[in-house]
């Protein structure tokens, strides 16, 4: 079945299917639409912080 999907909700798809645990991100950024199609996926967890410097360290972390 064929699924016609924006290039942020195929971003978010493929970071499912390549196996990704964690993602973060801060809105208002170009990229905060691919946090919001992460989370259909409950194997992965995504979390909104303040900031670029927050953000990468709970990636990290």
């Known amino acids: 079945m064929k699924k016609l999907m924006t290039g942020n909700e195929a971003l978010a798809r493929g970071a499912y299917e390549?196996?990704?645990k964690?993602?973060?991100?801060?809105?208002?950024?170009?990229?905060?639409?691919i946090l919001e199609n992460i989370v259909q996926y409950k194997e992965i967890?995504?979390?909104?912080?303040?900031?670029?410097?927050?953000?990468?360290?709970?990636?990290?972390?």
């Not at 964690?22 to 639409?33: D, N």
């Not at 995504?46 to 990290?60: D, F, H, L, M, V």
């Open 18 to 20: 390549a196996g990704v």
């Open 22 to 33: 964690a993602a973060t991100g801060y809105p208002g950024t170009p990229s905060s639409e």
């Open 45 to 61: 967890y995504a979390e909104w912080s303040t900031n670029e410097k927050t953000a990468t360290e709970a990636a990290i972390g």
